[in-house]
């Protein structure tokens, strides 16, 4: 019966990640379509994460006072209608405007379906759940940008948004059905003025920020070895499109074994251990980008390696930021999720300072830094 609940959440947290990332092959496609730069296209990817990272404060606290089972319905149903919206667009500008709205749905969807998890699973069983969850997540970033190429190339770019919009109304229903029975813990009797006195407590809740900052650091360093690899085999190396997204895919493959291993892990040997394992294999592997000479065979089994200690260290953080507080986790896990995809968003903006003529190793030093104050941050939080 738990698995049978928990599956239109796993479902429900890989169409997501599957709309973020998939839209990144469009990117050219939007280009050429409606006669822009690339780099005007690649706003529809900005658009999408600044609603996704700001409602992400308070979608928590909104779901906690009102319903939490109606408010990820809800999330369903506007990311369903941006979807739909966004491939009718007839031009770039009205484009732009339906991925808000797609945002803003998608807002809801990844604090409230961590926070569920907590909800239905056993403390004991906890890590092994949100291993899943971290399995679903790895899964939808993988797929994204090969399932958008191929429906493009057959269908056209706007099957891919009608194709998200068609999975998020079937998990909606999926949902709807299976959790009417569901004993979901929320604050009744609340009014929704209530909501911004709940994001205040969630925020000075005792290892709230420190978590928060620390899955922030981690996603300066994530993100930013990606991008600036990938463009440092492209423009430096003069590597194929191919052979740099099958080199970047390792991290994905990786962790689609990893993160049930160490959720598995953190419930037997404890979070924090777990989660400075994996840290140090992240280290393990920038370090090693940083001292060997670059040839592709070898990184692309570096970047197996960094996938491995992400995945370990991901899982972990996300379990101890949903176990944090249980009578306040939907809007504690709204914090940390908002706080965590701004490091995602400012990434590429702040290591670029280092990527000076293509200086790879200035980027892998800038991203050791922000993997230690990580870790300092996760044991700042006291939380194991």
């Known amino acids: 019966m738990l698995l049978k609940r928990l599956i239109p959440l796993y479902i429900g947290a890989i169409v997501g990640p599957i ?13 050429h379509t409606w006669n822009i730069p690339f780099s005007t296209a690649a706003l529809s990817i900005t658009i999408y994460m600044i609603p996704y990272i700001l409602i992400q404060v308070v979608s928590g606290s909104i779901a906690q006072v009102w319903n939490v089972r109606k408010a990820l319905t809800m999330g369903f149903a506007t990311y369903a209608v941006g979807a739909v ?3 009718l667009a007839w031009n770039f500008e009205a484009f732009v405007v339906f991925r808000v709205i797609q945002g803003m749905g998608a807002a809801f969807l990844t604090p409230l379906i961590m926070a569920l998890i907590g ?3 056993p403390t004991q069983h906890l890590g092994k759940a949100m291993g899943g969850l971290g399995l679903a997540y790895t899964a939808g970033m993988t797929m994204g940008p090969f399932i958008s190429g191929v429906v493009e190339v057959y ?15 079937i998990t909606a229903f999926l949902f709807w059905i299976w959790s009417a029975d569901m004993e979901i813990p929320r604050d009744s009797g609340l009014s929704i003025s209530y909501i911004f006195p709940l994001i205040r407590q969630a925020f000075f809740y005792p290892g ?11 996603f300066i360093a994530f993100i930013g070895v990606m991008t600036f690899t990938a463009d440092y085999m492209k423009t430096v190396q003069g590597l194929s ?60 089994l570096l970047f197996l390696l960094y996938g491995t200690g992400t995945a370990t260290a991901w899982t972990s953080l ?31 903006l702040i290591l670029s300072i280092f990527y000076i003529n293509g200086s790879l190793r200035a980027v892998l030093a800038a991203c050791i830094v922000a993997t230690v104050i990580s870790c300092l941050l996760q044991i700042r939080s006291r939380v194991k």
Request: glycine fraction near 10%; avoid cysteine; charge should be positive.
């Open 208 to 218: 709230v920020r420190s978590l928060s900052f620390a899955a922030f650091a981690l």
């Open 19 to 31: 709309g973020g990332h998939g839209i990144i092959t469009l990117i050219p496609v939007l280009a």
């Open 119 to 121: 909800d239905l699973v």
């Open 155 to 169: 269908f056209g770019w706007q099957a891919f948004l009608f194709l998200l919009a068609f999975l998020a109304v």
């Open 318 to 348: 996300n379990t101890m930021a949903v176990e944090l507080s249980p009578a306040q986790r939907n809007s504690v896990t709204s914090l940390y999720n908002s706080v965590k995809f701004t490091g995602y968003a400012l990434s590429p």
């Open 241 to 300: 499109s191919d052979r740099v997204g099958f080199l970047l895919s390792m991290t994905g493959i990786s962790g689609l074994v990893v993160s049930p291993l160490a959720g598995y892990l953190g419930d037997r040997f404890g979070r924090r251990t777990i989660f400075l394992s994996g840290m140090a294999i992240v280290l393990a592997s920038f370090v090693m980008m940083v001292w060997m000479h670059f040839e592709y065979a070898t990184y692309a």
């Open 85 to 87: 919206l966004s491939g």
